[in-house]
């Protein structure tokens, strides 16, 4: 009876370790899992997160766009959405902020191009001074695997594609790709290298 009694109690421990054992390797393959996917997603934005714009003043009184890249793979379909405002030497009345719209196919990896408002006359239109500000607000692009982000100024980046029709809906323009003007195409062209690329 006491054998029995042993033995029922041994199982029972037996079977008791058991479904823990089990419960914690579910738990850290859970966890490994988990950590895998946040790894992956990490890996996925890294090149992302060294894309930026932004806007620098110039000596004259404008301002002008940066795109920069500094990751070690090249950047496709990017769209830059920004704003040009009247300079110092605008008339007070007659000339208001302008969307623009700029699309070309690729940065070069770490580099960077600018954008001064003579580079931009097909978007702008020649009225536009050389003390134009512009405003970089949005930048769409496509990273080396060929998956979509955008940066918008207020917001954080995102795996996300502008559309044609947010685009036009936006600017007013076609999305097309505006390098065949040819300032346009000898900027983008030319784009700058950049220092301390990959960190």
């Given amino acids: ?18 479904a823990v054992s089990t419960y914690y390797a579910t738990e850290v393959a859970v966890d490994q899992l988990e950590q895998s996917r ?32 500094r ?17 110092p030497s605008a008339p007070k009345s007659g000339v208001e902020a302008k969307t623009f719209l700029i699309v070309f196919g690729a940065l070069p990896p770490c580099s960077k191009i600018t954008l001064t408002p003579e580079v931009l006359v097909a978007s702008l239109g020649d009225a536009w001074a050389a003390d134009t500000r512009l405003e970089v607000e949005t ?20 795996p996300s594609k502008i559309t044609r029709e947010e685009l036009k809906a936006r600017t007013g323009a076609e999305a097309i790709d505006n390098t065949i003007d040819p300032r346009l195409w000898a900027r983008v062209a030319a784009a700058e290298p950049l220092k301390d690329c990959g960190r």
């Fill in 38 to 69: 946040q790894d992956d997603e990490t890996k996925e934005r890294k090149q992302a997160e060294s894309v930026s714009a932004w806007s620098e003043r110039l000596a004259n009184g404008g301002s002008s766009g940066v795109i920069s890249n």
């Fill in 71 to 87: 990751s070690w793979d090249p950047i496709a379909d990017i769209a830059v959405i920004g704003h040009a405002l009247p300079g």
């Fill in 1 to 18: 009876m006491i054998a029995t009694l042993v033995t029922v109690l041994v199982a029972a421990g037996g079977l008791f370790f058991t």
């Fill in 139 to 158: 930048i769409s692009f496509q990273d080396f695997s060929g998956k979509s982000w955008r940066r918008d100024r207020a917001d954080p980046l995102a």
